[in-house]
């Protein structure tokens, strides 16, 4: 490699954020950047490419390093320390994933595809919007409003299914604003909060689907619209509103909680029924089906602020103000 540029760069995410580094696959050792060029205004870098300059050979540098960092992330549930194995599906799945310096175009654009199309890595996350995007900016004012999501294990689907169920409540902080100066250092609390009540054994927390609409209205404390849940009981559901007040410490009260009859039961086993539209043969959606579905993240909408920021996440795929640890 050419003197003067960088074995390792340190990987940034979109908005500039430091990632952590990447692991070696061979030793499992942290890997720590070599050097970071420093460009003074009046010391420019020179306008040309060294004589010896390889192309591919610098790409991989850049890539290389920007790729396994989203590779930790992504399989988080390793410890530091983790060493190159096949014993486990996923520590296989690691391996396979994992760019190594001695590949070529080909394998690199495996390894790529591996992770962001056939792991999914790519579309975490995405939605598609048509038409004009006034109308999914998030209807947050004044408040900070945090949400809480959660979806269905992928070992737990079937072939009938086409999609995984998941769910979400939410709250708003009523006693903060979105000006106040503290705000950094409360979402951190209330980050360690959700991490304490959301997480067992390293997993998020399992609320069960069901059939019956369980809401909880308390406009003083954050939950003006009698926020909803669908649940197979009504004690799984006052348990996750129990953790919402928990983690924003407002006193829950039972008299908020309203349980709403089901017009219909909840649609249990595979689906049958068809119906034709424009021609082809539809399956009926599945209605309030039984299922459980695994805490994944949370996140704060922030008035004026266009992201969204992630207070803890299980996935991998959010860079959230506090880290798990394994």
Known sequence: MPEGIPTYIPPHDDQGRQLSYTSDIVTGSTLKPAATPTIKVDNPAEESLPDNFQAFEHLQNIYIPQHNALIRRYFSDHPDDWKPNIQTARSSL???CTML???NQLMMNLHHHLLFDLLGYGRKGLATFYGSRESIDPPVTGHPKITFYFSQDSASTTEEQNYKADAE?????MKLENTSLNLHEKLIEIATEIKSQFLHNKQGIVLTKGNLCISYKDVKNGFPNGTKILAQTEENAIDI?????????VVF???????????KPSTIGEITETQTIMGKKRKLKAYRRVTNVR???AYCLIPGESNPVFLIDTTGRYDSLVKLSY
């Open 94 to 96: 690691r391996v396979a």
């Open 101 to 103: 310096d001695g590949d």
């Open 169 to 173: 409540c939410s709250v708003r902080l």
């Open 241 to 249: 509103y129990q953790k919402n007040c928990n983690v924003i410490d």
């Open 253 to 263: 009260n039972e008299k908020n909680i309203n349980l709403g009859n089901p017009k």
């Open 295 to 297: 805490f994944r993240y």
